[in-house]
Nanobody, 124 residues
């Protein structure tokens, strides 16, 4: 069982930046593909960014490409999402997700472990 704990959400204004972090309890964190997803009220959970296990390969949703960066620190068991130029439509609960393996998969259903989520609210 892997536990994920997110932090870093909050209330910001349009154009501001936020850095979300997620700490995992996994013994071999580097073996896990890590992802960030978000869910706005009344909408399905959607892919934001993923970083593949044992590589530095990253993938982004089109709506954050160019203004967000996902990164990981395998020595600290953390994955982070730096979000810049935030927009009101970025308002959502952001979730960290994990699954052991190196699949390139942006479907929430593929991920086995989830954090509790952190709220990001962007005011106009």
């Amino acid at each position: 069982q892997v536990q994920l704990v997110e932090s870093g959400g909050g209330l910001v204004q349009a154009g501001d930046s936020l850095r979300l972090s997620c700490t995992a309890s996994a013994r071999t964190f580097s073996d896990y593909t890590m992802g960030w997803f978000r869910q706005a009220p009344g909408k399905d959970r959607e892919f934001v960014a993923i970083i593949i296990s044992n590589t530095e390969k990253t993938y982004y949703a089109d709506f954050v490409k160019g203004r967000s960066t996902i990164s990981r620190d395998n020595t600290k068991n953390t994955v982070s999402l730096q979000m810049d130029s935030l927009k009101p439509e970025d308002t959502a609960v952001y979730y960290c997700a994990a699954r052991r393996g190196s699949g390139v998969n942006v479907s929430p259903a593929w991920y086995m472990y989830w954090g509790q989520g952190t709220q990001v609210t962007v005011s106009s």
